[in-house]
């Protein structure tokens, strides 16, 4: 099993309503896009089949409380790990 990094933005950053997590693979893969609050609960999360090339993916955050959150994207390329302010 080889670890890459994957290539992630995250915008808006700091969030207020809607984040977009938008990361790239080289081949197809099962995916998770998580996020977390400084606990390390998981707040939100999406699974699917990610494509080969640029995957987007969007969360609703208007209902979570301000603060530091962690999104991290699990895939056979490997694990991914950024901050994110909500306002």
């Known amino acids: 099993y080889e670890s890459n990094s994957l290539t992630v933005s995250i915008y808006p ?16 893969s099962d995916a998770t896009v998580e996020l977390l609050d400084i606990t390390g609960k998981t707040v939100a999360s999406q699974s699917f089949l990610a494509n080969s090339g640029e ?33």
């Open 13 to 28: 950053n700091p969030a207020t309503d809607i984040v977009t997590v938008k990361f790239a693979l080289n081949a197809g």
């Open 55 to 87: 995957n987007t993916v969007t969360f609703n955050v208007n209902e979570l409380p301000a603060g530091l959150y962690f999104s991290t994207i699990r895939t056979e390329e490997g694990l991914s790990s950024s901050k994110l302010l909500i306002d």
